[in-house]
Each structure stands twice: as structure tokens, then as C-alpha cells.
T-cell receptor, first 115, second 114 residues
Framework: NAGVTQTPKFQVLKTGQSMTLQCAQD?????MSWYRQDPGMGLRLIHY???????DQGEVPNGYNVSRSTTEDFPLRLLSAAPSQTSVYFC??????????????FGPGTRLTVT | AQKITQTQPGMFVQEKEAVTLDCTYD???????LFWYKQPSSGEMIFLIY??????QNATEGRYSLNFQKARKSANLVISASQLGDSAMYFC???????????FGDGTTLTVKP
């Protein structure tokens, strides 16, 4: 299993550009989430999904869109990049049957810089 | 809403000694899961240990143990016999039921001195 994969690993955008961060998992996990991590801080939830076709907002959703057309993929779209979105982005997945016991499996992260 | 508080931005410990990293939490759910993750300088998130709200005993995983005090809403991580490779940032997190999302604390940076 590849686990949770994210592409790209690094990205530099200009203010106003849009882009999509890709996330895929091959573990058949129902739950997937997107977090951002600013320097020296913890992870903050952007959006999450409890299954294909179902998404919801997290703590910091403004400026981001998500969709979940398949169990495997959960892309995060930046609509119009701003310097405040400079961060490291993590995608994570969890198996439904784990209940509250299941730890989240994290991707390696995408380091995004907006100039 | 759930909240995780880690009050120690940075900690130092001598190699081979034990260290406790503090975590307090707040939630109105009777059922919840508490997790600790390690983030080395390379950036990946590594799961360390889990404690369920209904678990009677403190969780242990090798050199890691979780000191769970439910009435005080604390879930401190104890690392025994610290090693240089333990130098990293450590995050406490809480997972609510029926959702794949977690709330994270701001983390504690642990430095192990030789």
C-alpha cells in the first residue's frame, strides 16, 4: 500500500493564482481531512469528508474548496491564492470501522508559498 | 467545541531520562479518543499512542505511556529513557465520534541533550 499520497510536495504561487492540491489513499478509508500547519503551530482543519459525495467545513475553510467524487481521492482547491495561505498542507485519512480508536494516516505534506 | 491545550512550547531532557509532555482537553462528548503524534524535523506526522475515554487503564506503547486523568481532563505523554531521536515536535489531538477529523494542540518541541 502507498498509504496517503500528496502532490505536489512543493509549490510556489503568485497572489491570485488558483491551484489544486491532490490527495489520494489506497486503504479504502471513508474519512478524509485536510489540515494546514503554519510555522510553529498545530494543525488546523480546513475541510473534511465522511464519504464519497459528502464534505463539510472545518475550522478555517475560507478560500478553499473540496470535492469527494471517489473514496480514494480528496483534492483541495485554492480559489485565489493569498500570502496568508502560505503553509504546509496535510491530507489525512481514517478507517470508518475504527471508530474513535483509529488514528489518522497522514500524507507527507505539501509546502505552499504564495508570493 | 473541542479544545486541546499544550502549555509547554519547548522542553529539554537529558538523554536516558524520562520526560512528561502536558496536554489538557475540553469536550462535552462522553466518547472521545486522545492521540499523540510526533513530527520530526523532516515534517511527517507519526502516530505514537491512543487513549479512549472509556479505557480504564493508561495506554502504553514501548517507551511511550499516556497518563490519563479523566476528571482533570489531562492526557500527558510520558517518554521513558529519552533518546536523541526523540527530538521532535509532539502534538496532542482529540478525535470526536463519527467523524474522521481531529482537534490538535499547538505542540511541544522536545530537545534531547546528549
Amino acid at each position: 500500500n502507498a498509504g496517503v499520497t500528496q502532490t505536489p510536495k512543493f509549490q510556489v504561487l503568485k497572489t491570485g493564482q488558483s491551484m489544486t492540491l491532490q490527495c489520494a489513499q489506497d486503504m479504502n478509508h471513508e474519512y478524509m481531512s485536510w489540515y494546514r500547519q503554519d510555522p510553529g503551530m498545530g494543525l488546523r482543519l480546513i475541510h473534511y469528508s465522511v464519504g464519497a459525495g459528502i464534505t463539510d467545513q472545518g475550522e478555517v475553510p475560507n478560500g478553499y474548496n473540496v470535492s469527494r467524487s471517489t473514496t480514494e481521492d480528496f483534492p483541495l482547491r485554492l480559489l485565489s491564492a493569498a500570502p496568508s495561505q502560505t503553509s504546509v498542507y496535510f491530507c489525512a485519512s481514517t478507517h470508518t470501522l475504527s471508530g474513535i480508536r483509529g488514528e489518522q494516516y497522514f500524507g507527507p505534506g505539501t509546502r505552499l508559498t504564495v508570493t | 467545541a473541542q479544545k486541546i491545550t499544550q502549555t509547554q512550547p519547548g522542553m529539554f531532557v537529558q538523554e536516558k531520562e524520562a520526560v512528561t509532555l502536558d496536554c489538557t482537553y475540553d469536550t462535552s462528548d462522553p466518547s472521545y479518543g486522545l492521540f499523540w503524534y510526533k513530527q520530526p524535523s523532516s515534517g511527517e506526522m507519526i502516530f505514537l499512542i491512543y487513549q479512549g475515554s472509556y479505557d480504564q487503564q493508561n495506554a502504553t506503547e514501548g517507551r511511550y505511556s499516556l497518563n490519563f486523568q479523566k476528571a482533570r481532563k489531562s492526557a500527558n505523554l510520558v517518554i521513558s529513557a529519552s533518546q536523541l531521536g526523540d527530538s521532535a515536535m509532539y502534538f496532542c489531538a482529540m478525535r470526536e465520534p463519527n467523524a474522521g477529523k481531529s482537534t490538535f494542540g499547538d505542540g511541544t518541541t522536545l530537545t534531547v541533550k546528549p
